[in-house]
């Protein structure tokens, strides 16, 4: 096996277990016998060069933390290939000759353009969305997922005490697994997302019919960027005469000591990715389906469609 020097960066929105993903990956590629680098503000770290050579101890202590010790930002300019042709440049100067990124899928674009450009690069999926078609869960996911049933399992308390209508605004990006998830998990009486849409009018009667019936108060849990919130609760006041009050839980959502889970999955994938370059693989992206690590070409990962999450909008619609 070819020894290497191998790069490691965070790019996009932060998520829970980046840290321990990048803790796997720099571990695992000593233990291997690879010089590793950490790449520091994504992209934009890369294209300036920010970068530096790491050893064992530069990833103690981090497993249980939140964010990312290599930060994150946002570069739109990455798409010029001028631009990215500084990064790669970058790249020769340290004599790095394969990098693994972690982020979202704008993250896996940048990812494959340097690909293009001769690069190796392997994908992690780090994103609270869970909006990469090419794996079950993103790293962040479950995380998230619980910051959010917390919150909500505590608004209810409130919203019951007051015979209120919450409406709670969850971060995932137009995907919605966050919106359905929780509401499932959090038993919303109303659950509005991509996945799980419902015209303006069906809630309305569904509402007014909780409110007749069995309860005088209702959770309704929504995906970002569906609804003009505060106009969404009016319309919810006028029409049941529900008292409404909105929260939009924000990036509160982003933060916080990885879950269990989140640890082991970014462990394994960060693991899986060095096994990966051993093998001589390049351009893969990292997923899990059911239990088993899998990669696919970076191509095939970015052209492939998320699939709907019909099982649990079933439950969701089972249960109401
Ligand atoms: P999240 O969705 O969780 O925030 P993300 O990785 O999708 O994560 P983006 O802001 O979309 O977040 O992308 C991160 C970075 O990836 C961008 O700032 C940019 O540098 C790079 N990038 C995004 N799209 C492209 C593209 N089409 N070509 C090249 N680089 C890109």
């Not at 981090?62 to 440049?89: Q, Y």
């Not at 000759?97 to 994908?123: H, P, Q």
């Not at 619980?146 to 969850?170: G, M, P, W, Y």
């Not at 309860?215 to 849990?221: R, S």
């Amino acid at each position: 096996m070819k020894s290497l020097n191998i790069g490691v960066l965070t790019s996009g929105g932060d998520s829970p277990g980046m840290n321990a993903a990048i803790r796997a990956i720099v571990r695992a590629g000593i233990s291997y016998g690879h010089q590793m680098y950490a790449i520091y503000n994504g992209y934009r770290g890369l294209v300036s060069g920010q970068i530096e050579k790491v050893d064992r101890g530069f990833v103690s202590q981090i497993i249980n933390k939140g964010g990312t010790i290599l930060r994150s930002a946002r570069l739109p300019e990455f798409i010029d290939v001028n631009i990215r042709e500084e990064g790669v440049k970058q790249l020769k100067k340290f004599g790095i000759n394969a990098l693994v990124v972690i982020g979202g899928d704008g993250t896996y674009r940048g990812a494959k353009d340097l690909s293009d450009m001769g690069i190796n690069c392997i994908g992690l999926p780090g994103t609270i969305d869970n909006d990469i078609a090419c794996t079950d869960y993103t790293i962040g996911f479950d995380t998230c997922l619980n910051t959010i049933v917390n919150a909500v399992d505590k608004l209810r308390d409130t919203t019951f005490s007051h015979q209120r209508c919450s409406i709670i605004e969850v971060m995932g990006n137009r995907a919605g697994d966050l919106a359905i998830y929780a509401g499932l998990a959090c038993g919303a009486e109303l659950t509005i997302s991509g996945d799980n849409f419902m015209p303006l009018q069906e809630m309305i009667e569904r509402l007014k019919f909780q409110k007749a019936t069995s309860k005088n108060h209702a959770m309704v849990i929504v995906s970002e960027k569906l609804f003009d919130l505060q106009e969404l609760a009016r319309f919810i006041q006028q029409q049941t005469g529900f008292e409404v009050r909105t929260e939009v839980l924000g990036r509160i959502q982003r933060g916080g000591s990885p879950s269990a889970f989140d640890r082991i999955l970014a462990s394994r994938m960060g693991e899986y990715a060095v096994q990966c370059l051993n093998e001589g693989k390049t351009s893969r992206c990292i997923g899990v389906r059911g239990q088993q690590l899998v990669d696919f070409d970076i191509y095939e990962a970015l052209a492939m469609q998320r699939a709907k999450h019909t099982g649990i909008v079933n439950v969701i619609d089972r249960l109401k």
